[in-house]
């Protein structure tokens, strides 16, 4: 049985390293050293896929940059050959990654209402879909306009005023039919980016009894009712207070029947356990990683190899405890970080040249690519085990039945394992501080 192997190790300035025509050998009886096990018939959850967020940050570097860089970012991130991402995560008016703050209306009657503000995140996602036609769509709200607001502020938090309920999520119906006659359909929707949150950007905050009234008797209908199929999520916050929160709407609060799942991010820790814990309770359920990146560190490389293992370890982390997909925040920012007008600059995977005469893919780039390249979207979660807590590991089984299993070592220790896939096995090591994705060829 052939094998192929991928691996990026940056100590040894391998990237995507392919190693093909790998075999796997048979095994008279069950090996007991160091083994790392697959068990394919042991099948979970399916996988929406991996992505990114097209801000108008991002979008904005893309259009002021050449036209053939900005193509090939794009091909880096959707083409089959680049990262296949399948899943983006869009802002509902201004972000912190934005230039600029707006609204898409400041009138109560909305005759005002236009997405103009937009018009460079819809020229980047029409990009990206000629790379990927049936690329999904995520939109969060960052804040509702100023006037709706107790605190008249698009920043600092601040609560959607209950007389205003109703319009708002005219608002977002608007939005959403103004995205469709763009020809983008609007797959997801979380209620609000961060609702635990009073930020010095974009935000507003609610309680789970705000979120869940707001959801079931103004979102859920009104989208019915315009015939809109736009699935929502609850909580798009850190995964601490994920459990919670879902107990509280779903349960306490009656929201169960009208949200498709919870997004989450990774800012606070891993706290994958609670992830594991929402996924038995509600196994029918979604659950979307949103967001989730690093502080700007001007590419010290000192933080780029950490930067990495954290996205590997994040991904590995979600999809063991039941996720069904990963999207990173910025697709693209410059040089410093950005633009955006909080100056509250990051990290991204893919990060454009000082003078704007190419572009950066950091360690982080590479990493992810060992998880999005290879699994596919409607890839199904497998069972495995691993013998040791110093190789972290994930399998899956595309819908070509191939199998896909990534490991993980954050170590500074080399690991010798067995690989173990049915009757077979391939004994190898890992070195410290790398990540390799095994592909085992469909034999089914």
């Known amino acids: 049985m052939k094998l192929t192997k991928i691996e990026t190790n940056i100590k040894r300035n391998l990237y995507l390293n392919i190693t093909s025509n790998l075999n796997l050998m048979p095994c008279s009886k069950p090996i007991e050293n160091q083994v790392i096990n697959i068990y394919p018939h042991l099948q979970s959850q ?37 990262l296949n991402n399948s899943i983006c995560r869009l802002p509902i008016g201004s ?11 400041y009138k109560e009657d909305l005759t005002d209402f236009s997405i103009e503000n937009d018009k460079l995140i819809i020229q980047t996602i029409k990009m990206a879909k000629k790379r990927f036609s049936d690329l999904k769509f995520l939109a969060s709200p960052w804040s509702p306009p100023a006037f709706m607001k107790n605190n008249n502020n698009l920043y600092h938090g601040g609560k ?40 010095s950007w ?86 979307i990683h949103t967001e989730g990146c690093t502080g700007y560190s001007n ?12 996205y590997a370890s994040e991904i590995i982390g979600d999809f063991n405890a039941g996720a069904n997909a990963f999207i990173d925040w910025n697709l693209v920012l410059d040089y410093k970080g950005g633009p955006n007008h909080k100056n509250n600059n990051c990290n991204s995977p893919i990060m454009i040249n000082k003078g704007n005469n190419g572009y950066i893919k950091t360690p982080s780039f590479y990493y992810l690519s060992q998880f999005c390249k290879y699994i596919k979207q409607d890839a199904k979660k497998i069972a495995s085990s691993t013998y040791t807590d110093d190789i972290n590991v ?42 390799v994705t095994f592909i085992i060829n469909g034999d089914e």
């Open 95 to 105: 972000s912190d990654f934005s230039t600029k703050s707006y609204s898409y209306s």
């Open 160 to 199: 959607l005023l209950e007389k205003y309920y109703s319009l708002w999520a005219k608002y977002l119906v608007r939005y959403v039919i103004e995205y469709k006659k763009e020809n983008i359909n609007i797959d997801y929707m979380t209620i609000q980016n961060e609702p635990n949150a009073s930020q």
């Open 394 to 435: 994930i399998s899956f089984k595309n819908t070509n039945n191939s199998i896909i299993i990534v490991l993980l070592n954050k170590t500074d220790n080399n690991k010798e394992f067995n690989l173990c896939y049915k009757n077979y096995f391939f004994h190898d090591n890992l070195d410290s501080h790398a990540i």
């Open 202 to 287: 974009e935000s507003c905050t609610y309680t789970s009894q705000e979120e869940a009234n707001l959801l079931k008797n103004y979102l859920f209908p009104i989208f019915k009712e315009n015939g809109l199929n736009t699935k929502f999520l609850i909580w798009d916050h850190n995964k601490e207070g994920l459990l919670n929160r879902a107990i509280s709407e779903f349960i306490d609060n009656s929201a169960l029947d009208y949200a498709a799942g919870a997004a989450f991010h990774w800012y606070t820790g891993s706290n994958f356990e609670n992830i594991r814990l929402f996924h038995n309770l509600f196994p029918n359920k979604l659950l």
């Open 299 to 310: 590419f010290k490389a000192k933080d780029e190899l950490f930067n990495a293992e954290l």
């Open 46 to 82: 399916s996988i929406i896929g991996f992505g990114a967020a097209i801000t108008q940050s991002s979008a904005y570097v893309l259009n002021n940059i050449d036209k053939n860089i900005a193509d090939k970012i794009i091909d880096e991130y959707f083409s089959k050959d680049g």
